[in-house]
Structure formats: structure tokens, C-alpha cells
């Protein structure tokens, strides 16, 4: 009985069962349960009125957009593009219809903010890439060589065709296997593995240049 007056009361105030039923313990139950529960799952009961739901879609997909993005964005403007990719996800995730996986339209929508950012400081005639003393500010314990490499391969990265730079950013960004690159893509694995070839001796010459 959860509700109950006089020594009824008093009796459940003292039942060590008690807190099994209080607020804070079903709160961590549901958050547990949002944690084992797939993408689509979380994303029904973000639909449903969730807002822990979409907590959790975040905190699983962070990483991953965080180091997409910060592949081929100034390190001074990675957090703020991350925060908008996720933002747009918030506002358009109630019209996620699952055509493709949320992991797909993600990465699509995170894509979309990176050109997003670059047309934008196209049209106020800004650099493309933050100027090295700007990113040593946002760079503890990294050294300038380090820093100056990195900006080296944004604009390698940004010179690549699209299908070669997706598939170095799905093999180093993402952190996916090769037969999950197939997958994704459609493709055979020798097929995959191949592309990914051309696309690194690609990313080398424009290095070398």
C-alpha cells in the first residue's frame, strides 16, 4: 500500500522497503533502463514526452560528434558547432521518421552544421582555419608542431572529395571497422578497404603540397 494515514503511515515511514518506492529510486531505475535501451527506443519515449530519453542519446553520441567535428573545425569553434549539431537534433527529432539509423542521420545533420559553419564565415571573409595562436589558447599541453599539423589536416581534409574524406572520418573519427564502413556504405569490404587507400594516398598528396 503506498498511501495510508495513522499508524499505517507511521509504519511505512519506518519499513525498511519504503525507499524502494520513493521518487529518486524509480527516477535511477528508468534512467537505467533508458541506458540499455537502443537508439529507437530512446527516441519513441523522447516522442513520448522523455526528456531523460534524449539525455541519453546525447551522452551516447557525443563522443563521436564531438570528434567528427573536431576533425574539420578550428579547435576555438569545435564546442559551439558540436552544441549546434545537438541543438538541431533537439528541435528535429520529433519528425525522425527511422527511414535510416539515428547514428546516419546524425552524422548527415552533423555534416550539415560543419558546411553550415564554413559558409558562414565565408560570407564575413574570415579565415577558414582559426590562426595558430588562437588555437594554442584552447590547446593545454599541445605543442605547436602539433597544432600547426592539425591545421594542416583540415585543409588537406577539406580539399578531398566527399567520399574519400567521409571514409577517413568514419575510420578515424568514428572509430568503425572496415566491415562496418561496408555496411554503412553499401559497399563490398574489398571495396571499402580500397577507397579508404585512395582516399589516405589523396589525404598524403595534398600534405605533401
Known sequence: MLYSTGSDAIFNHINPFTPLLTTNYMEN??????QEASDEILIQ???AGSQDAFDVLYQRHLPGVYKRVRCVI???DVEDV???????????LSSFRGDSQFRTWLRTLTNHKVAEFYRKRTRK????????SEASGRM?????QVLEERIFIQNALKKLPENYREII?????EDMQFNEIAELTHQNLEA???????AIAALRNHLDE
Do not use: H, M
Open 29 to 34: 531505475i528508468s534512467k537505467q533502463i533508458y
Open 45 to 47: 519515449q523522447y516522442k
Open 74 to 76: 578550428p579547435e576555438n
Open 82 to 92: 558540436t552544441q549546434d549539431v545537438f541543438i538541431a537534433a533537439l528541435k528535429s
Open 125 to 132: 571573409q574570415e579565415p577558414l582555419l582559426a590562426p595558430l
Open 140 to 144: 593545454e599541453g599541445a605543442t605547436s
Open 169 to 173: 572520418l568514419l575510420r578515424f573519427a
Open 192 to 198: 571499402s578497404k580500397s577507397l579508404f587507400r585512395r
